[in-house]
């Protein structure tokens, strides 16, 4: 059984958890945050419910590898479907009352998990596509960058290696290769300097009219500090 949240031309959001029947309370959810980028080898959901009783886990019989499939929008009609695999569960008791915060990763399990022995002879850019095929992800990334070489796999996930890659990739004297996982199941692989120069697609604003905005305006209705940089969310 799944849960929905529909809140008119603002967020419409269904999860659902596999095996397990979601309790009927209208404050089942408190947070739902789901995280990609380049730091991040691959998309992660971060799920913060509110477990009154103290047995939420056990009702709902969550274990390690459990499947969530969320379905998250502006409208019911754009909704894309997405599948996770719970990584961690941990309660945690504050003053709003206890709390289960479920950790979950992508379900991608030939890029994260399975361990391979693999060889690849061409561009950086070649195995990047070829490893994104195998692992039954999208790719994006340059038609070709000069760095022709043996590339080896040894006894690692795919994740790692991609990683490895990246590292080593080269364009030219002026690129910074790097590589990430999206929360759409796809594997981008860009130049950093690149992808600085390009104007932003979207602009996030709180307490700030949209006409201020230089791209696609995203209106942030509430923040908190989320990193010692400063950075916040």
Known sequence: MEATLDVQNIAYCTLDI???RV?????FVDTIFIQDGFAIPIPVLQMILNDQRGTLSEDMNLQDGTLVTIKLAKTREKTV????RVFSFKKETTAAGPKLVVTCILDAP?????VFTESFRGTSSSIMGQLAARAGL???GPTSTDDVMTWLNVN???S???EDVAMRGYGSNQTCMARLVTMDYELKYKDLFDVLKKEPKWSMLQNTA???AKATPVVIRETQDASSAGFGT
Do not use: V
């Open 18 to 20: 596999e095996g397990s």
């Open 23 to 27: 309790p009927p309370t209208m404050n």
């Open 81 to 84: 479907t997405r599948k996770f």
């Open 110 to 114: 030939k890029w994260t998990a399975g």
């Open 138 to 140: 999208k790719y994006d």
């Open 156 to 158: 690692k996930t795919r």
């Open 160 to 162: 790692a290696f991609s």
């Open 210 to 212: 949209e006409g201020a």
